[in-house]
Each structure stands twice: as C-alpha cells, then as structure tokens.
C-alpha cells in the first residue's frame, strides 16, 4: 500500500513538471508571438519614422539646397535599352539623394514631357509616385535656369581636373548610358554652350592605367554627395568600382613625413660625426 502510494505521489509530481513545462513553453510561444508583433509594429512605426525624416531633409534640400542638374538632352543619342538603363541609373540617384544626411536639389533639366526618357520614368515610378517625387522636373534648358558662370559640366573627357567642391557651382551630369561609348559627347555639348568642364580627379588618386573613365549616374551622385559633405576625395573616390583601379596611391600621414623627416637627420648627424664633418 506504501509502495502504491509513492508510485502514486512520483505520478503527480511527474504530471505537474510536465504541465509546468508545457505552460512556461506556450507562454514562450506566446511571447515570441508578442514580440514579433512589438517588433513589427516597431518597424513600421520606424519605417514611417525614417520616410518622414527624408522627406523632410529632401524637401529642405529643395528650398536650400544646393542644386545638381541630370542633363535630358541625349535621348537621340541612346538605343532604347541605353534608355531603359539610364532611368534604372537614373532612380537608383534619386534613392541615393533621398537617403544622404545633406541631399542635393535635384533638377532634371531638358526632360521633354512626350520624350521616351519621360515616359519611361513615368512607366517606373507610377504616375501617382512621379508626381510626389521631390525633386525639379522640367522642359527648361539649364542655361535658362541658372547664371551660366555657375554652370560646370562634369564630363570625363574634359582637361580640366575638379580639385575641390566649389559650393557656389551648380555641377551638371549628362543622364546618358552608353555602351558604345560615343567619347566627347557632353564634352562637345558644354564646349558648345561655352560652358565651364571638369573631370574627377580619378589619374591623381587612383592608380589606374587602361580602361574608360566613364563613371556610371549612380556612382557619380555618390561621388557628388560624398565631395560635397566631406571636401575628401580619398572617400568620394570610394565609389570608384574596385575592378576598374589597382587601388589608392599611398599618401604619407604627416606622422610618416615626420619620422622619416627625424630617420634622415639622425642618419645624416651620425654619418657627418663620422666622417668629422659638423
Ligand atoms: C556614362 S557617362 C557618359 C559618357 C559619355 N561618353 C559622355 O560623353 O559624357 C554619364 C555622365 O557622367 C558624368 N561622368 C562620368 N564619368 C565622369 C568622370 N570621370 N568625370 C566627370 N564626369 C563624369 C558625365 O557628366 C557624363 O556625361
């Protein structure tokens, strides 16, 4: 009868761990369920959060920002696939505009509204997101937009090197893909408009021997928005793709400069003690 009953009593304790454990494991359930939810709700809350903080940035940087300009006018020059991937170049810019701490005014200038550039970014954003975009859209040539002395095209095939960002400048890009390389065709527009040119300064800072130094829509923004926040090629330049340069020329720090400045002299002091020499 003993022995029953403690067989009995080891019974219930058993039946009592297991329901112990299966109520703390649906409780576990039950949490991870909540905090999915919390986390959800987090992360739209967060999504939200962020939209409106862009938008916002964006829309300052279209009062006060300093603007940039996409150049339209090379739809005669593009096959419709170079025009398919220009607006996929084109919206990636956008993305990385939006996105940045300082964003720039965009402006797509010379953007005729029945041009296949046109309707194509219409066809990719959706009417409805077009028209919400922040961003200067228009017909207008720049040259009627903004005083010509602020104008500088940003062409690769130009001999002139843009040292230093100048605030005052509006840069301008030519929203133009071309894998047949037409070489000198916004050189020859900007030459054209007597307008001011630069190109990156990709010999002065990257070893960099063949190869086209044509960068791409959204590497250049990339660049612009980097060149501008920081005033530092070495990481503007980042946005160079790797496989087109064998890396950075080395720079020595100034604390290099200074131990091979104080190396020198000490080899120098003993060789002239050495030699008798003062
Ligand atoms: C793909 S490139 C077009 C190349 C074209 N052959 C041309 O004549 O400009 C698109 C635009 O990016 C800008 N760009 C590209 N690489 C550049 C560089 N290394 N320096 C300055 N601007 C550059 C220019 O504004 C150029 O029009």
Same mark, same amino acid.
């Given at each position: 009868?003993?022995?029953?009953?403690?067989?009995?009593?080891?019974?219930?304790?058993?039946?009592?761990?297991? &329901?112990?454990?299966?109520?703390?494991?649906?409780?576990?359930?039950?949490?991870?369920?909540?905090?999915?939810?919390?986390?959800?709700?987090?992360?739209?809350?967060?999504? $939200?959060? =962020?939209?409106? &903080?862009?938008?916002?940035?964006?829309?300052?940087?279209?009062?006060?920002?300093?603007?940039? +300009?996409?150049?339209?006018?090379?739809?005669?020059?593009?096959?419709?696939?170079?025009?398919?991937?220009? +607006?996929?170049?084109?919206?990636? +810019?956008?993305?990385?505009?939006?996105?940045?701490?300082?964003?720039?005014?965009?402006?797509?200038?010379?953007?005729?509204?029945?041009?296949?550039?046109?309707?194509?970014?219409?066809?990719?954003?959706?009417?409805?997101?077009?028209? $919400?975009?922040?961003?200067?859209?228009?017909?207008?040539?720049?040259?009627?937009?903004?005083?010509?002395?602020?104008?500088?095209?940003?062409?690769?095939?130009?001999?002139?090197?843009?040292?230093?960002?100048?605030?005052?400048?509006?840069?301008?890009?030519?929203? =133009?893909?071309?894998?047949?390389?037409?070489?000198?065709?916004?050189?020859?527009?900007?030459?054209?408009?007597?307008?001011?040119?630069?190109?990156?300064? &990709?010999?002065?800072?990257?070893?960099?021997?063949?190869?086209?130094?044509?960068?791409?829509?959204?590497?250049?923004?990339?660049?612009?928005?980097?060149?501008?926040?920081?005033?530092?090629?070495?990481?503007?330049?980042?946005?160079?793709?790797? $496989?087109?340069?064998?890396?950075?020329?080395?720079?020595?720090?100034?604390?290099?400069?200074?131990?091979?400045?104080?190396?020198?002299?000490?080899?120098?002091?003993?060789?002239?003690?050495?030699?008798?020499?003062?």
């Amino acid at each position: 009868c003993l022995f029953l009953l403690h067989c009995f009593n080891c019974f219930k304790l058993l039946c009592s761990v297991r &329901l112990v454990k299966e109520l703390e494991s649906s409780e576990e359930e039950g949490n991870q369920d909540e905090h999915k939810l919390k986390n959800t709700m987090f992360l739209q809350y967060w999504n $939200r959060s =962020l939209d409106k &903080l862009l938008g916002w940035r964006t829309a300052q940087a279209m009062r006060f920002g300093q603007p940039i +300009v996409f150049d339209f006018s090379y739809a005669s020059n593009m096959s419709r696939k170079e025009i398919e991937n220009t +607006v996929s170049q084109l919206m990636e +810019v956008e993305g990385w505009n939006r996105r940045a701490t300082e964003p720039f005014h965009l402006h797509f200038c010379n953007l005729q509204p029945d041009s296949h550039c046109k309707k194509e970014l219409l066809k990719r954003y959706g009417a409805e997101t077009w028209d $919400r975009l922040l961003i200067t859209s228009t017909e207008q040539h720049y040259i009627d937009v903004f005083p010509r002395e602020q104008l500088v095209y940003l062409t690769a095939d130009s001999p002139n090197i843009l040292r230093s960002f100048d605030h005052s400048k509006v840069y301008i890009i030519g929203a =133009l893909v071309d894998k047949s390389i037409h070489s000198g065709l916004s050189l020859a527009n900007a030459k054209r408009l007597k307008l001011a040119t630069a190109r990156l300064p &990709l010999d002065e800072f990257l070893h960099w021997e063949l190869g086209a130094k044509n960068l791409t829509l959204d590497q250049m923004i990339r660049i612009m928005l980097t060149i501008k926040d920081t005033g530092k090629w070495e990481e503007a330049l980042q946005f160079v793709p790797k $496989r087109k340069h064998d890396g950075f020329y080395q720079r020595q720090t100034q604390t290099e400069c200074d131990w091979w400045f104080c190396g020198f002299h000490a080899i120098a002091g003993s060789s002239n003690r050495d030699s008798g020499r003062t």
